[in-house]
């Protein structure tokens, strides 16, 4: 089993930043691939970004690409979303995500939701002025 604990969530506003942490248990961390998820009320949950077990390859979404980064400390079992020129419509709850990936190649990522295995509770970011 892996336990994944998100932070970092708060209310920003509009062209602010935020960082979102993950820190992951249960599991060499650096067998998981990673990824981050957001759900806003009343729509479906939605990729972010994900990131391979090595840190060497990453994907984000159209809507946040440019402005979200992700990486990991695989060192500190932990995985970041860096959130830049936040947006009202970036308001959700940030889910992070893991993928026991000992048989897949060190650089592989995936913003398909349902390979993910492991899921937080989830962090609540809310951009408002």
């Known amino acids: 089993q892996v336990q994944l604990v998100e932070s970092g969530g708060r209310l920003v506003q509009p062209g602010g930043s935020l960082r979102l942490s993950c820190v992951a248990s249960?599991?060499?961390?650096?067998?998981?691939?990673m990824g981050w998820f957001r759900q806003a009320p009343g729509k479906e949950r939605k990729f972010v970004a994900s990131i391979s077990k090595n840190g060497f390859s990453d994907y984000v979404g159209r809507d946040v690409t440019g402005r979200f980064m992700i990486s990991r400390d695989n060192a500190r079992n932990t995985v970041y979303l860096q959130m830049n020129s936040l947006e009202i419509q970036d308001t959700a709850v940030y889910y992070c995500?893991?993928?026991?990936?000992?048989?897949?190649?060190?650089?592989?990522?995936?913003?398909?939701?349902?390979?993910?295995?492991?899921w937080g509770q989830g962090t609540q970011v809310t951009v408002s002025s």
């Open positions: 995500a893991a993928l026991e990936a000992q048989q897949y190649s060190v650089n592989y990522y995936t913003g398909e939701s349902t390979e993910y295995e492991y």
């Open positions: 249960g599991r060499t961390f650096s067998t998981l691939v």
